[in-house]
């Protein structure tokens, strides 16, 4: 399979969390690097970005 991507942040609300990753296949399990455990459905794109940001922005130092 041809990868387009390294890493994956997983989000979902908490009830959906364990259906979601035992339907994701094992190669794409193995690249989540961070999973929030929330229902962001809700916010604005600004919403979502204040929220996700820093998160996403320290994850790319990390593993950057």
């Known amino acids: 399979a041809n990868h387009t ?3 994956l ?3 979902a609300p908490p009830q ?3 259906d979601l990753r035992s339907a994701l296949g094992k ?3 193995r690249r989540i690097t ?3 455990c929330k229902d962001l459905t809700q ?3 600004y919403e979502l970005q ?3 940001g820093p998160m996403l ?3 790319h130092v990390a593993l950057g």
Do not use: D, I, P
């Open 5 to 7: 991507y390294e890493r």
């Open 34 to 36: 961070t999973a929030v």
């Open 57 to 59: 922005m320290k994850e």
């Open 16 to 18: 959906c969390m364990g």
């Open 50 to 52: 204040r929220h996700l």
């Open 43 to 45: 916010l604005s794109t």
């Open 9 to 11: 942040v997983l989000v």
């Open 27 to 29: 190669e794409t399990r």
